[in-house]
């Protein structure tokens, strides 16, 4: 596949990474001139290129790896139509608070979603660790291969996202439309819980029963019609 990806900080720099070593292209874009990232790109994912944001964006599947408050800057024009993987989180701690991306009564990749509204969402790779990311990418079959969910109202664009997990090292565990991203953003049992496949499910199928859950259920029931 080629993969552009939008944000060159550290966790788009290790997601480069990733998808060298699978054997992808890699496009990495910051928000200026690929100058300026060109020697970081280039020792942490050797063989990526260092492009124009525009170019990033026209791959077959993108990921963005920016602050989420920046996200709604992004060019949507530029990703009408592909495949786009939300892999970023809301920390109001860092965030600053922000109402649109703190409602419990949808989710985060929902709001990006309308960010981009002719995009093909698709959730996936939030929830790991950067550690996680870079140390515990294992070959399919090995019973210590870690999961990562995948939240998408697209079931093309879900299942090859899925595809890209599980050639990242990873099993893809479905997780349901991008509604269903919610359960395993921050402050859910899931999130940064580096769990093999089996777990990950049990880990998203109790959400409900969680602390998180009820607020969450709570919130909806009382902005139901």
Known sequence: MEIGILGAGRVGLVLAALVRAAGHQALVAASGDP????????????GARAVWAHEAASASVVLLAVPITKAHALPAAALAGRIVVDTMNYWWETDGHRPDLADPTTSTSETVARWLPSARVVKALNHASVWELENLGRPAGDPERRAIA?????????????????????????????AEGVRFEPH??????????????????????????????????ASAP
Request: hydrophobic share 50%.
């Open 35 to 46: 100058q300026h990232i060109e020697a970081a790109v280039s020792v942490a994912a050797p």
């Open 188 to 221: 859910t049992e899931a999130f940064g819980a580096d769990a093999v496949a089996a777990d990950l499910r049990a880990l998203l199928d109790r959400f409900w029963d969680s602390q998180r859950g009820r607020v969450v259920a709570r919130a909806r029931a």
């Open 150 to 178: 995948v939240a998408g109202d697209d079931a093309v664009a879900v299942e090859t996202v899925c595809e890209l997990v599980d050639s990242l090292g990873f099993d893809p565990v479905r997780a349901g439309r991008l």
